[in-house]
DNA sequence: ACAGTGTATTCGAAAATTCGAATATTCTAA
DNA sequence: TTAGAATATTCGAATTTTCGAATACACTGT
């Protein structure tokens, strides 16, 4: 395989390497969202949520289409749904070593539960 | 779903967005490797290929196996083999901008062709 | 035209990643 | 024990990513 393509690869991946960026395409495998309802969700800067849309924007992975004074996003390719949804399996396969390599985990509940 | 899991699964897709640690996953779905082989194969600086190991090494994407001299190393979990055909999917269906986004290409053919 | 709401961009500064060069470490064979 | 091969680690500089703050832009209603 041609370099060329694996640096492409490896861009899709650098945009889905950021916690905010995968909470982003988790929501929106569930249906469109604007860009204010990933805010409010999200509970995010909303300076910093548009921030990494445009990067997820830039590499193609969600297209947007705007009614009027918003902006609604969704993700282009469901292929992309099912990398996340295979990555899930993944991660209760070794659920134990990411509670380990995250150390904390236990006092840390995180900030946006549902 | 908590923070601190997407931060582990941010990182585990951290580890994925490098071409040349995506060159090492697809040669080892192939089976087993020593580092050698890989800096071989890929054409690139051993203390380079030693330190992307280090990186799949500590999220855990691979296994390492001591045999005398040498390291060989594995893909731990079948499931990254499966994203990785997923991606390669992807990049079929969406191989157009692929090389509009790499914009080059033409003239840049790249090292290590097969 | 103006004000207000929703979204995007720009600008630094801080943090993280990447690579080659140099150096360590580990194992084997003599 | 010494030499050599295979692999790993450390260091520092260049590059990239990330975020908040400030600002810009676009659309709507009045």
Redesign the interface.
Known sequence: ??????????????A????T???IL?LLGAGEASAGDLVEKLGIEQANISQHLAVLRS??LVVNRKAGNQVFYSVR?P??N??LA??R???Q??LQ??YE??G??AQ???????
Chains 1, 2 share one sequence.
């Open positions: 395989m041609p370099d060329s393509l694996r640096r492409f690869k490896a861009e899709i991946f650098q889905l390497a950021h916690p960026r995968i909470a988790e590499k193609q390719d292929i992309l099912d990398v295979l990555m399996r993944y991660f396969n070794h070593e990411a390599m995250l904390e985990m840390a509940p995180a900030e946006s539960e549902k």
